[in-house]
């Protein structure tokens, strides 16, 4: 157990419909970031989140959305779903932004039918 | 253009074989990181390089950040099955986010 938890770790949903994954950081981690992991394209970097506000953001999608709460959870917003965006999708913390290692939860499986 | 280059992209071997798999890029980064992931989980964090040159050492693996600091290798000694995975390098980008290579897929096969 990371300590970083991802919910649910499966989702089957359809086309259009509209999802959203949650994350717990590690205790004490005050930074939070989501990645996608695809076959094609490998894991990328989606956004990022420091103390309750966006830092950073990648390869986000217009219709994909995210969150950091005052209890430092983070939620991932997916809507319009497409085929394409099934994938693996990541949670990761860390204490502050860092040149160092962040802890990864172990995913939630989209799959869109 | 992919910022980190892995090498090779699947790799099957005996146990008790030794192995190398290589991240290279054109740019020169501060330091480097090596992550391993199982099926079904996250990336775990097996070790982060600093310095140009530098070896370091977790058990049977072996962990080197070129000269230049542009490239690494992992190095393998006498594989086991427990190995089998997906090695991934990644270095900090931008605002401290993560940018990965496409990762080695290893199978050792007992």
């Known amino acids: 157990d990371s300590g970083v938890t991802q919910t649910p770790k499966h989702l089957i949903t359809a086309t259009g419909q509209r999802v959203t994954l949650r994350c717990s950081p590690r205790s004490g981690d005050l930074s939070v970031y989501w990645y996608q992991q695809s076959l094609d394209q490998g894991l990328q970097f989606l956004i990022q989140?420091?103390?309750?506000?966006?830092?950073a953001k990648g390869n986000i999608l217009e219709r994909f959305s995210a969150q950091q709460f005052p209890d430092l959870h983070s939620e991932l917003n997916l809507s319009s779903l497409e085929l394409g965006d099934s994938a693996l999708y990541f949670c990761?913390?860390?204490?502050?932004?860092?040149?160092?290692?962040?802890?990864f939860g172990s995913g939630t499986r989209l799959t869109v039918v | 253009t992919q910022l980190l280059e892995q090498s090779p992209q699947f790799l099957s071997i005996q146990e008790g074989e030794n192995l190398t798999v290589y991240c290279n890029s054109s740019s020169v980064f501060s330091s480097l990181q090596w992550y391993r992931q199982e099926p079904g989980e996250g990336p775990v964090l097996l070790v982060t390089?600093?310095?140009?040159?530098e070896v370091k050492k977790l058990k049977r693996l072996t962990f080197q950040f070129g000269d230049a600091r542009k490239d690494s290798s992992l190095h393998i000694t006498a594989a086991q099955p427990g190995d089998t995975g997906l090695y991934l390098c990644a270095v900090i980008t931008g605002s401290y986010q993560l940018t990965f290579g496409k990762g080695t897929k290893l199978s050792v096969i007992p």
């Open positions: 390089v600093v310095t140009g040159g």
């Open positions: 990761a913390s860390s204490v502050v932004p860092s040149n160092y290692g962040y802890t």
């Open positions: 989140y420091y103390n309750g506000e966006e830092r």
